[in-house]
């Protein structure tokens, strides 16, 4: 017997923006894992604190903020091993995961490493993606857009490919990449349907056109770039 | 003063996959709005029934299902003409969306009636693109992948032109055009990659290889194709 290894999205920020099912998954975990920061700090973990059960036995998965790939690959063996610890004693295991763990998720990570070999569960969170669209009250898309997701760290070449044709765009994770895109969206005549969004659902939330934009953006932002025909009427 | 229109996606299916943002709305509701068949059955509706309060007023928006928009039309302007009624007493009115507001929800149609005339609040739900991935395990996106979310019903230049390019791809609302679907895929070399679910979350629900799927699909049904290194490892 083997416990399950439970991936659980836990939504953008908003404590309230945690589904039902995730909510009691959570408070009644014996064993819950999650990215932190080298000190410990978890926004993940944050989402979710008031109810994360006394006595818990808590796996933070300190992944330092450094490009290489090394360190963090000594860091998911660490934790690969330590989680598959409990399993082994039938124990299942919670991966707290902000938005959702298959959408861009750090749950991947360890999904990798235990598929085929432990049962494996996931519940599904809020992503970055439909919490930007809701808060900045711009619908993304209706009947036949299509719409393209794109990490802000393509290449300039690998972005303007990934903006052409039809439909809404959503450039996630747009940090250090800002004024690079701004040019890019201005060259593709993108520029004035683009919404800059960050910290989607928090206190220190930020929604404003491209245009108006603070100079610096977090990692955690996002540019919304709903179809042409926005209102969708019939 | 006037109320406010509150868009509440309530996820794919499962009464556990909606937030708690939404189920202390609804629980908290005077008036209620949602698409429904002209027998007034609503899936929307039916996944929170557990918590709709009693003596709410209810606002079923019967759409006739057809293909010509007309009756459509007079049905949203009705609805229109009766859930402002409703808002001009300062009463809020929520309307309860399948899957998330505007991710090819149909509020996007109020919406379209309502904003900048009345205040509006739209909260996120699951959509069925994750709750697909996450129930045929199957993560979607990584890194530097793009997603590319593609509606069934384009024409088949239309799919080939979506359809090129690295990454994921989700194909919605598969249903009548599963045939031409799979013929598409197979010429592009997508197929064996792709797997097939319908009724994600819900106890009907289809998770198969795209080889396997059943011979018809129902309209709430996707085509996931992850992207070609769909297991992450550090």
């Given amino acids: 017997m083997t416990g399950t290894l439970i991936g659980v999205g836990v939504g953008p920020g908003d404590p309230e923006l945690v589904t039902l099912k995730a909510h009691r998954i959570i408070q009644g975990a014996k064993v819950i894992a999650y990215p932190s920061t080298e000190e410990g700090e978890s926004f993940a973990r944050e989402i979710v604190a008031d109810y994360v059960p006394s006595g ?8 330092p903020m450094v490009a290489e ?3 963090s690959q000594v860091i998911y063996n660490e934790a690969y091993t330590c989680i598959n610890h409990h399993l082994s004693f039938d124990q299942n295991v919670i991966v707290i ?12 990570y360890l999904f990798s490493k235990f598929v085929n070999k432990v049962p494996i569960e996931v519940i599904p969170g809020i992503t970055s993606l439909t919490a930007c669209s809701a808060v900045s009250l711009r619908p993304l898309c209706a009947r036949s857009d299509t719409v393209t997701v794109i990490p802000g760290n393509l290449n300039d070449n690998e972005l303007e490919q990934a903006l052409k044709g039809e439909g809404a765009f959503a450039i996630m994770k747009v940090g250090r990449h800002l004024d690079r895109l701004k040019s890019i969206l201005e060259r593709l005549g993108l520029f004035n349907r683009s919404t800059y969004i960050s910290h989607a659902t928090l206190a220190n939330q930020v ?26 009427t019939y």
């Fill in 56 to 63: 818990v036995v808590e796996i933070p998965i300190k992944i």
């Fill in 69 to 71: 790939r090394y360190p």
């Fill in 97 to 108: 995961c902000q938005g959702d763990p298959f959408f861009f998720g750090s749950f991947m």
């Fill in 207 to 232: 929604v404003a056109p491209l245009s108006k934009a603070p100079e610096i953006a977090p990692y955690f932002s996002m540019i919304l770039i709903p179809s042409e025909d926005k209102y969708v």
